[in-house]
Structures are given as structure tokens and as C-alpha cells.
């Protein structure tokens, strides 16, 4: 139990609620002490979070591999479709976290480390790649076909993907006119360089600012997120949105878009799933 307990502190490990709750149980009852007090804080909000949020009408990313709760940050939520033609398609509720990355990947690129945080340091490439072995993961179809430096766009196959601009800025606004991701107050929903009057020097957990209508988090701040559009290589540039932690405000709006060249790893850069 100790090596178990070590490996959770250390971010190797994502438990089953069951052994969630059995590590909980052993630190109450050998009186381990303060040196464990983070580790048990980190063990009750995990359970917390399982038990609160156990939504219907999600769908889960290696939800075998990776267990209730190591799988629910990363969970996908249903984008409807519009009355003017968008179709509906599933997205990821978060980006990426560094717990999904590591499980499909097995590695984590990511400068500020963190099961929950978002992985960052992965570029435009690597993101398509992830999407890829992701789908062959779990027996869907690969979105992409890659050949050398030339990656298009397969609009029969059913797997994974990047959304395109058009696809991010439908399920940012959510039917709403917002100047962010769910709120007119960037302060509600966002981590950007002032966030709180401070100056962010990091990323932070997912999930811990308010969701949009749709229940979609960080889109705005925390980490800007990699779109798909078509023509991109590995020398040219691809477009990204929602800002991040070292942006200011006027940089994280919902309308805003950037171009960032696809070949750089950037500790501010993640990205987020699509299906369907």
C-alpha cells in the first residue's frame, strides 16, 4: 500500500474508485500523518468528483484503461446541431489532460506536470498524431492520413480528430453571444495572465472554472488549443484558439484567432478531441 500510495503522489498511478477509496481508508486508519495531507486531500476531492459528476449522456475516452475517475476530466459532450446547417458532434469537455496523453502516448511532453492539468508542448503534428493512435485504440477508423510531412483530412472515417475553427467557435459560444466561454467575465471561466490580479506563471488543473452552456471548460484561457484546417505541414502555420494563461484578456475571446507555427512544442498549447 505505501509503494501504491507513492506511485499516486508521484502521478504514476489512476486508481479505480475502489482503490481510490482503499488508499483513503489506509491513510485514515495508520495515522500516516501531515505527510500525507496532500495526498488524502487529492484522494477525497477524486472521489468527490466521481460521485458528483457520474453524468449521463457522456462518452469516455479508454474508459477501461483508464477507470471512472482517471477518465472523466477527458469525458466528450454532445454539441447539438444547429438550425442553419452545423452538425452535431461529440468534443472533449476539456482539453486534453496529462492523464489521457501519458495512457495513449506513453509519454508526457508537458512542462507543468499534473494528471488533471492540460498537456501542453505538443504541437500541431503531434496532436494529429495523438488523434490517430487514440482512434486505432479503440477500434475507430483514423481521421488522418499521414504520408511524410503531408496530412489530409479522411471525411469518411469515424475516428478522433481536431475541431476546425468553425467547429470551436460553434461549441465556445453554445448558442449564446458571449465575449467568452460562458461568461462575459473572463474571471468566471478563464486562467489568463492577470487572472485573480495576479500574474499566472503556469497552467492549472481543468475543470476549475465555470463550464459554458454545454458544459465545456477552459475554452477560454489555460492553454490555447490547436485547430485542424486543411494544407498545414509541419513548416507552415496552423490556427489556434481561446488563449491562455500568458495572454491577456482581449486574447482569449471567443471570436479571436491565432496562428501559431505547427511544428512548435509551447507550454501555453494543448488541444482538445472531436468526434463525429
Given amino acids: 500500500m505505501n509503494e501504491l500510495i507513492a506511485r499516486v503522489r508521484a502521478g504514476l498511478l489512476c486508481p479505480s474508485r475502489s482503490s481510490w477509496i482503499e488508499i483513503l481508508h489506509h491513510i485514515e486508519e495508520s495515522n500516516i500523518g501531515d505527510e500525507y495531507g496532500i495526498v488524502t486531500r487529492y484522494v477525497r476531492n477524486t472521489i468527490q468528483k466521481w460521485e458528483k459528476r457520474e453524468i449521463g449522456g457522456m462518452r469516455f475516452p479508454l474508459r477501461e484503461q483508464l477507470g471512472e475517475v482517471g477518465s472523466f476530466s477527458d469525458?466528450?459532450?454532445?454539441?447539438?446541431?444547429?438550425?442553419?446547417?452545423?452538425?452535431?458532434?461529440?468534443?472533449?469537455?476539456?482539453?486534453?489532460?496529462?492523464?489521457?496523453?501519458?495512457?495513449?502516448?506513453?509519454?508526457?511532453?508537458?512542462?507543468?506536470?499534473?494528471?488533471?492539468?492540460?498537456?501542453e508542448q505538443v504541437s500541431w503534428c503531434g496532436a494529429v498524431r495523438f488523434c490517430n493512435r487514440l482512434s486505432e485504440m479503440e477500434g475507430l477508423q483514423p481521421t488522418y492520413k499521414i504520408h511524410r510531412s503531408e496530412i489530409k483530412w479522411n471525411r469518411e472515417a469515424n475516428g478522433y480528430s481536431l475541431p476546425t475553427e468553425a467547429q470551436w467557435?460553434?461549441?465556445?459560444?453554445?448558442?449564446?453571444?458571449?465575449?467568452?466561454?460562458?461568461?462575459?467575465?473572463?474571471?468566471?471561466?478563464?486562467?489568463?495572465?492577470?487572472?485573480?490580479?495576479?500574474?499566472?506563471?503556469?497552467?492549472?488543473?481543468?475543470?476549475?472554472?465555470?463550464?459554458?452552456?454545454?458544459?465545456?471548460?477552459?475554452?477560454?484561457?489555460?492553454?490555447?488549443?490547436?485547430?485542424?484546417?486543411?494544407?498545414?505541414?509541419?513548416?507552415?502555420?496552423?490556427?489556434?484558439?481561446?488563449?491562455?494563461?500568458?495572454?491577456?484578456?482581449?486574447?482569449?475571446?471567443?471570436?479571436?484567432?491565432?496562428?501559431?507555427?505547427?511544428?512548435?512544442?509551447?507550454?501555453?498549447t494543448g488541444f482538445r478531441l472531436v468526434l463525429g
Fill in 169 to 268: 467557435e460553434y461549441a465556445a459560444k453554445a448558442g449564446t453571444e458571449l465575449i467568452y466561454a460562458g461568461s462575459d467575465d473572463i474571471d468566471e471561466v478563464a486562467w489568463y495572465r492577470h487572472s485573480g490580479d495576479r500574474l499566472q506563471k503556469r497552467t492549472h488543473p481543468v475543470a476549475e472554472k465555470k463550464p459554458n452552456a454545454w458544459g465545456l471548460y477552459d475554452m477560454s484561457g489555460n492553454v490555447f488549443e490547436w485547430c485542424y484546417e486543411s494544407g498545414v505541414t509541419e513548416s507552415r502555420h496552423a490556427p489556434t484558439r481561446g488563449g491562455s494563461w500568458m495572454c491577456r484578456d482581449s486574447v482569449c475571446g471567443i471570436e479571436v484567432s491565432q496562428r501559431t507555427h505547427a511544428g512548435l512544442c509551447l507550454p501555453d
Fill in 75 to 119: 469525458a466528450l459532450v454532445y454539441c447539438p446541431e444547429s438550425s442553419v446547417g452545423q452538425k452535431g458532434f461529440w468534443m472533449g469537455q476539456t482539453p486534453v489532460t496529462q492523464v489521457l496523453y501519458r495512457a495513449v502516448m506513453g509519454e508526457n511532453p508537458s512542462r507543468f506536470r499534473g494528471d488533471e492539468w492540460p498537456v
